[in-house]
């Protein structure tokens, strides 16, 4: 059997191979603290479920959806209006999509053509990348520096290599590095756009989960950020929907147009229960929103005090639902780390290595897991001594 060439980018899935440690560690009834994988824990709120449920009993909501119901296009609309204070046509303006990670696989392959050139952030969210290699695009990486705050530094871009790029992907609030950018950022980003006829992609599913009283808006709130590109939002985190697999693709209508074309052409559309679900969380209650934010902080809070207790000392992420630090200076590589971490205490992080090549040295942790097991992992590890030089 023969396979398509462009399978050679790829190897197993990060996340794919932890599950698999996990699984191994699991069947040998051995303890595991699973940190790696941004999966939460903490369900919808009722009336979310409950809208999602009444759809579901429903025997007509079981045909094709086909496109988006207009009520879900007309939610994300005033949704959009009321908590980023940005104007949406619902019509031309948004698309759903089958999740954030649905959207950025594909995304690519309605802006690019073989050989094209599109700026990725360094480290970053694996399919960031390879959304852009399935489309046969050649990538350079932008690096998110931890002297800069993690923020990218545009007038660094080679002349020759913004003149060649067609698309760009930029997410603050940052998974894995947690940073966000300052709104001067967002104006020079447009700027730089604009110049060199660049479309953006800014992906932005942790605006909610800010901490320390700090808020974060939209990219398409910015002037001129509608000529430019799009945003990516997502229920997964916010409302606790990463299983029903709810994102949403807003911006620029040309961008828009021409992925709901691709998309037209590749699935049917959301299940109608989901998408009843999805007008429930964003036009519902929205109390729950804050009551996620604080729990994460919570756990944030006793994972970085603990670990400094133990001599690792974590800076305290302002946003999104992971801590991204260095590894302990006793170790060289952080797959050396996170291997010891699992082997040894049963606590599995994802190596910094997994998000591109300025990832080397860095690890990220997932708070996704209750006080109770947290405080587990962190008395496994003390246990473990692995923190401990000689």
């Keep these: 059997m023969k396979f398509a060439k462009r399978m050679?980018?790829?190897s197993e899935g990060i996340f794919t191979k932890l599950l698999d440690i996990k699984r191994r560690r699991l069947e040998h009834g051995q303890p595991v603290i699973d940190l790696s994988v941004g999966t939460p824990n903490i369900p919808p709120a009722q009336h979310i479920m409950n809208a999602l449920c009444e759809a579901a009993a429903d025997p007509a909501n079981y045909i094709y959806a086909v496109n988006d119901q207009s009520e879900l296009l007309q939610a994300a609309s005033e949704w959009y209006q009321e908590r980023y204070?940005?104007?949406l046509d619902p019509q031309t303006e948004i698309c759903s999509l089958l999740g954030s990670q649905e959207g950025l696989a594909h995304i690519s392959l309605s802006i690019v053509d073989e050989g094209d050139l599109v700026l990725v952030p360094d480290p970053c969210y694996p399919v960031f990348a390879d959304g852009p290699l399935l489309a046969g695009a050649e990538l350079y990486y932008l690096p998110q520096k931890e002297e800069h705050n993690y923020v990218i530094q545009l007038h660094e871009i080679p002349e020759a290599v913004a003149q060649r790029a067609k698309f760009m992907l930029v997410s603050y609030p940052n998974n894995p590095t947690t940073a966000m950018a300052p709104d001067s950022f967002y104006g020079e980003l447009i700027a730089f756009a604009k110049k060199y006829n660049i479309i953006v992609l800014h992906d932005n599913a942790y605006s909610e989960l800010v901490f320390d009283g700090k808020t974060c808006g939209s990219f398409l709130a910015y002037p001129g950020a509608m000529d430019v590109g799009i945003e990516f939002n997502s229920l997964s985190k916010t409302?606790?929907?990463?299983?029903?697999?709810?994102?949403?693709?807003?911006?620029?209508?040309?961008?828009?147009?021409?992925?709901k074309k691709l998309k037209s052409n590749m699935d049917y559309g959301m299940f109608i229960p989901i998408q009843r679900a999805a007008i429930s969380a964003i036009t519902g209650d929205q109390s729950d929103?804050?009551?996620v934010r604080a729990i994460y902080e919570e756990r944030r809070d006793m994972l970085c005090e603990g670990f400094a207790k133990l001599g690792w000392a974590i800076n305290k992420p302002e946003a999104t639902m992971f801590i991204w630090t260095r590894i302990p200076a006793h170790y060289d590589t952080s797959e050396?780390?996170?291997?010891?971490l699992v082997t040894k205490a049963g606590v599995i992080v994802t190596p910094g290595s997994a998000f591109g090549p300025s990832g080397e040295g860095y690890v990220r942790l997932a708070l996704v897991q209750d006080i109770e097991q947290l405080q587990q992992a962190l008395d496994a590890v003390g246990e473990s001594g692995i923190l401990i030089t000689d």
């Design 289 to 291: 929103v804050a009551r």
């Design 8 to 10: 050679n980018h790829f």
């Design 85 to 87: 204070h940005v104007e």
């Design 239 to 259: 409302y606790g929907l990463a299983g029903a697999r709810i994102g949403f693709c807003l911006g620029n209508a040309a961008v828009v147009s021409t992925l």
């Design 336 to 340: 050396q780390f996170a291997t010891d």
